[in-house]
């Protein structure tokens, strides 16, 4: 009514005031900001984000080992949506098995609460979760392909692949990957992500043929991970520096060791770029070898080394004393055996 009097009045005739109030100051949403940077990550890595529902039945559940209480629905509308979830991958992977009647490849993501109740208190607790699911081939057919061949199917690497380009987008310093025993993935193929501060922040790996079957996926190899969102952001650094563009060459050197078997290749890294200091920039594993050739219980593990000085070019005396100071540690730290020297 008050509009319409002031159209017949005219607008013209209404004196301009200016606002008396200052705008609040704008207060940026952190937590939604950080999902945003996960999607936009996990979109970069060719997965496509899913959202389930929050209702389903502890049996669904009941397939991945995570016993507990649930928060109960007093009035469900269906006989299959009667607790609320206290996992993101049932219900992620009912999309997966839906989505592969019709494709043979599916790499999803969702970012979600879970609902774990509270003794004594009326509200569950609500943390946010993070889960991956792959399936299916590395890639898809190409017409250069051999005839014959067939596109490797996706392994426990690829998911590995995954997480360590999530945490390297997040500038995670210090992170961990050790072996874990989840009951829904595979012993040997499963692995825990461990921050700095030594909090778990999430598992993943090959999921168990049993659980797969479990939950209808049969005898596919399915890849399946779940993360705790506020953990990841709580580790997440409020500042991180970059490295300048470098001015001098690089120069390259190879080391093959054999080692104990139980001794990992994160453990192996940790002790090279120990004793290679400062001139030490980059470690890479390139090969890994079992075989009649080497002890039995042994392993040989060959790795690409980059050394780099800031200020100047390293002259070949100075990397191969770089080298040999790596060679020793790992010899006196990890009884290794450096091949092709007696």
Not at 136 to 142: C, D
Not at 231 to 247: E, F, H, I, K, N
Not at 298 to 307: I, P, R
Request: glycine share 6%; aromatic share 6%.
């Amino acid at each position: 009514m008050i509009e319409d009097l002031v159209r017949i009045h005219g607008y013209d005739h209404l004196p301009a005031t200016l606002l008396a109030d200052r705008l609040p100051k704008q207060q940026t949403n952190q937590p939604l900001v950080f999902e945003e940077h996960l999607r936009d990550t996990l979109a970069g890595c060719g997965l496509q984000e899913v959202i389930s529902y929050s209702l389903t039945t502890p049996e669904r559940e009941e397939p991945f080992g995570q016993p507990g209480e649930y928060v109960r629905l007093l009035n469900p509308i269906s006989s299959d949506r009667v607790v609320m979830r206290r996992l993101l991958l049932p219900g992620m992977l009912e999309v997966a098995a839906a989505n592969l009647r019709h494709t043979d490849d599916v790499r999803l993501f969702e970012i979600g609460p879970v609902y774990l109740p509270r003794a004594n208190e009326k509200l569950p607790d609500e943390p946010r979760r993070l889960a991956l699911v792959l399936i299916g081939k590395r890639r898809k057919e190409f017409w250069s392909d051999a005839p014959g061949s067939t596109a490797e199917t996706l392994d426990f690497f690829d998911m590995k692949g995954t997480v360590e380009a999530l945490v390297t987008d997040l500038h995670l310093a210090q992170v961990r990957y050790e072996p874990d025993q989840a009951a829904f993935l595979h012993p040997g193929q499963a692995a825990k992500l461990v921050l700095a501060d030594k909090r778990t922040a999430g598992v993943f790996g090959l999921m168990h043929p049993k659980t797969a079957a479990a939950i209808g996926l049969g005898e596919r190899t399915v890849l399946a991970g779940e993360f705790d969102v506020d953990a990841l952001q709580a580790a997440v650094p409020g500042r991180y520096t970059y490295d300048a563009v470098p001015r001098f060459p690089h120069a390259l050197r190879d080391i093959a060791v054999i080692v104990d078997e139980g001794i990992t290749a994160e453990r192996l890294k940790a002790e090279i770029l120990t004793a290679g200091g400062n001139l030490l920039r980059e470690v890479l594993l390139f090969d890994l070898y079992k075989g009649s050739s080497i002890p039995p219980g042994t392993k040989s593990l060959a790795y690409a080394l980059t050394y780099q000085a800031e200020d100047r070019t390293l002259t070949d005396k100075e990397v191969d004393k770089a080298h040999k100071k790596i060679e020793d540690r790992l010899k006196h730290v990890l009884h290794a055996q450096i091949r092709g020297k007696v």
